[in-house]
């Protein structure tokens, strides 16, 4: 029973940092950036992969020991980050126009995509 529970904790910690990751990236912005959707994805991919590149150097094993829980989290947590940024973006779209919640889901997207695929690939499992 500890087993699971160590385990349950372990998803839950590794989940919530990718998702949440993104968010000091999303606030600061507005839609005058610059760019296309697909420059700006492509950048955040590469953003997201060289601080979880960076995460290694502190954080070289992964929380997740479990193949079937980091490949989840593999696909799981750039979906939920998507999410989690779009639901803020509708939610400070009515004070400022600029802000489009379609672009920061995929933005989002993009950021943690990188992140956990870097991850997924380097770290070490527990």
Known sequence: MEDVIVLLLQ???EFVFEVLAYLPFDLPRSRGSGGSLAESGIALCAIGAMLSGLSLVFFRHTFLALPALRIGNLVLAPIASAFLSQAIARQRATRNPDIV??????????FTSGMVTVRFVFAVRG
Do not use: C, S
């Open 101 to 110: 919640p379609r672009e920061r889901f995929w933005q989002a997207f993009w």
């Open 11 to 13: 998803a839950i910690f």
